[in-house]
Structure formats: C-alpha cells, structure tokens
C-alpha cells in the first residue's frame, strides 16, 4: 500500500449532494455541482449527477474534455473566464459558459457560428469581490450589448462572491443582482438563470432571504466537503468526513518544542512562531507543503496537532494523543478546501476512490 493517500468516502459525499440538492430543488434553484478541486474526477461527476445535480461545473476544459472522453455526458459548465486560445475547445466540449469580455464574447459567437450552433453564456456581474465581471453600476448596457453578438445564447446573468476579496453574499448585494436581471428583462432582454449562490451563499436558502430572482447556484465545497470556508463554518446536516488523508509516521521522538538557535525564514519563506511547552513527543509524516496546505490538515484523532511542515514533512505534537505510535504508523487528516486542492492536484499522493 502506498502513502501518501486520499481516501473517498462515497456514503458521505452521497449524502451531501442528496441534501443540497434537495434543499436547491426545493427552492426552485438549478444546482451545477462544482468537480474543479477534484481536477474533474469522473467518479465524483458521476456521483453528483446520479444525485440530483442538474450541471456540472468545472474551471478547466482539460476537466471536462477528461470527464467526457469517460463517458460523463454533462451537462457541463466553465466556470473560469475563458483564455482566446482555447475558444474552439471549448465550443466543442462546453454547454454553458461564464464570460465578462465582449470581445472574447464575439470569438466565442464566430465559433459557434461555424459549428452552426448558439453557444451558451452566464455573464459574469461584479458586485464588489474585485473577481471577474462586469462593475456592477456598468452591467445592463454591458450584458445588453453582449446579449447582441450573434452567436451567442444569453443563458443568464452570474456573480461569484467570497473566493477573491472574501465579500460575504446577503440580501443586500443578491438584492442588487436581482434588481440588475429585472432591470433587463424590462429592456427585453431574456434569460434563463440569475446565479448568484455558491457555498458562502448556502445559508440565504435555508434562512429564506434568496431574493426570488435569484434561481442559481454554483456550489462545490459545501457538498465535497460539508463546510464553508468563507464563513468560517461546517453545515450541522452534512458530514465532514468525505476525504481522509493517510500519512506515513517517518520519526517519533521526544525533541523541544521550541528551535535552538537564531530564527529566520523557513523554507517557504515564512518566519516561524513557536509555544515553548518544554520537550514534547513528536512525530514527522512523509508529506509537505508539496503536496498539502498543512494549516488544513485536521487530525481526525485527539490529542495530536499539526506544528509546521516543510516542503516534504509535516512535523506533529503527539504528545496528548492516548493511542499507540510508531514507525511506519498510519496518522489520519480530514481536510480543508485548500489543503484538499492541493493534496487532489499531488501526483504524490495516491487517490483511492
């Protein structure tokens, strides 16, 4: 057996999608299921869809081109603003598209035309998160000059908050999103979708304050992990254990908890800070900052805590821990959302689905 590993638990993620689908449905809200921290693992697509999703949402083609060549037929959406070089790709592969650029609107519609078809778009709307998107003072002549290219498809309007500049998502500024799609449909412009809801956005269905317009949502993290990073959160009806880190025990010994010697810069360039609680049992794994964010390593057992990590070992307090240790042990993690990024784009770590 090789370690690292990423260990899935499909009972888990099952019953994350089950719920916010059901929640989403309930609503009215049309679900695209995000894959992108999974790199579009088609297990997972397939997953979601076979629960209820009604889209699957990726940031890169290669994912979706991935998903597709192992028979997932979607639908599919891009999530990341498309680069001009990858157009005619994404033509071909993609369903929906986000776009914020008129000229990029324009390639995309002269594509299309030559696949004789209407490529679908979600016109990206900047509420204030500083990501992509149209300012939101400037969005109706914007996405009415884009509703214009020919084609094009105007599928709807879309806002990403909370993963840029952490702009949390409330009545206020979906409000303003809702009021914006009014405001178009009154210059006869049509749509499908208002999509204004990812994970940090969950909590306004389940507290009844989603502006009515507002019939979509974007949600990864919630269902493949059950919390909300930008809140600060977990959901108390989703689980948490759906991926599980194994890592190898590499040395075990009783060492002091602070450094001898002057302190600088460690090797990723960070300046240390050490608690001085005398000398403490220790444990290195074999895994680092190559591989894993290690501040969202979360010890599934009590009484072990993550200290630091280099680019290759992440050193742990054991010294609480109640259980036996040794060399070659086995030390689990459930993790965050970046540290699950990371460890699922590690070629070194194995993935066990």
Not at 45 to 54: H, T
Not at 110 to 119: L, M, S, T
Request: aromatic letters at 6%; proline letters at 4%.
């Amino acid at each position: 057996m090789t370690y690292p590993r990423l260990v899935f638990n499909r009972e888990a993620v099952s019953h994350n999608v089950k719920k916010i689908s059901q929640t989403c449905k309930n609503a009215g809200v049309e679900l695209v299921s995000v894959v992108k921290v999974a790199r579009g693992e088609p297990e997972l697509a397939k997953l979601y869809l076979e629960n209820g999703v009604d889209m699957i949402g990726d940031s890169r083609i290669s994912n979706i081109k991935r998903m597709k060549n192992h028979g997932i037929k979607g639908p599919f959406m891009l999530l990341r603003i498309p680069m001009l070089s990858e157009i005619e790709e994404v033509v071909k592969d993609v369903d929906v598209v986000l776009a914020s650029e008129i000229d990029t609107l324009k390639h995309i519609g002269n594509c299309a035309k030559e696949r004789e078809k209407r490529q679908k778009i979600l016109y990206m709307v900047d509420l204030g998160d500083l990501r992509e998107g149209v300012w939101y003072e400037k969005a109706v002549d914007e996405i009415i000059e884009a509703s214009k290219v020919e084609g094009i498809e105007l599928y709807g309007i879309g806002t990403n908050l909370g993963c840029y500049g952490g702009v949390l998502p409330d009545p206020e500024n979906m409000g303003l999103l809702a009021e914006i799609a009014k405001e178009l449909r009154k210059k006869g412009v049509n749509f499908k979708i208002v999509s204004g809801g990812n994970t940090a956005a969950l909590h306004m269905i389940e507290e009844g304050t989603l502006p009515p317009e507002i019939n979509g949502y974007r949600i990864g993290e919630a269902i493949i992990l059950g919390t909300d990073t930008t809140n600060n959160s977990s959901f108390s009806y989703l689980r948490q254990d759906t991926f599980i880190l194994e890592t190898e025990i590499v040395e075990l010994k009783v060492k002091p908890s602070v450094p001898h010697g002057k302190i600088g810069r460690d090797a990723m360039g960070r300046i240390p800070v050490f608690e001085d609680l005398g000398n403490r049992l220790k444990a290195i794994v074999a895994i680092g900052e190559q591989d894993v964010q290690a501040d969202g390593m979360i010890p599934v057992d009590p009484g072990i805590k993550v200290l630091h990590a280099s680019s290759d070992h992440t050193v742990l307090d054991v010294n609480d821990f109640n259980g036996q240790l040794r060399i070659g042990g086995i030390i689990r993690f459930r993790l965050g959302y970046g540290a699950l990024l990371r460890a699922m784009t590690s070629e070194y770590v194995e993935k066990v689905w």
